[in-house]
Nanobody, 122 residues
Framework: QLFLQESGGGSVQPGGSLRLSCVAT????????VGWYRQPPQKGREGVGNIRTDGTDPYYFDSVKGRFTISYDNDKNTVYLDMNNLKPEDTAIYSCAASRGRCGAGAAYTRWGKGTLVTVSS
């Protein structure tokens, strides 16, 4: 079985930066794609982006393009989300997810972490 655990959430002022991490443990050999989703307060879940577990083909949803970067460390089974120029509308619970299939906009995740809260406020 696969387990995902996020860390790195917190409070930051607008324009600031934050790095989130998500460690995969257990049956990590079945993972082909890892990604991030977020759920703003009183809103539905929305995609952030994903990356293949060989570190290639990062994909980003339009709302974060140019500000967020996703990377994967295969030795540590960890996916990172570097967030820059944060805005109040980035406030959300950020969750990582894993898929056995393809990445990109149509990634079908089968495992989810519990999430970590990011608050962007002055």
């Amino acid at each position: 079985q696969l387990f995902l655990q996020e860390s790195g959430g917190g409070s930051v002022q607008p324009g600031g930066s934050l790095r989130l991490s998500c460690v995969a443990t257990g049956d990590t050999t079945t993972i082909a794609c890892v990604g991030w989703y977020r759920q703003p307060p009183q809103k539905g879940r929305e995609g952030v982006g994903n990356i293949r577990t060989d570190g290639t083909d990062p994909y980003y949803f339009d709302s974060v393009k140019g500000r967020f970067t996703i990377s994967y460390d295969n030795d540590k089974n960890t996916v990172y989300l570097d967030m820059n120029n944060l805005k109040p509308e980035d406030t959300a619970i950020y969750s990582c997810a894993a898929s056995r299939g393809r990445c990109g906009a149509g990634a079908a995740y089968t495992r989810w972490g519990k999430g970590t809260l990011v608050t962007v406020s002055s």
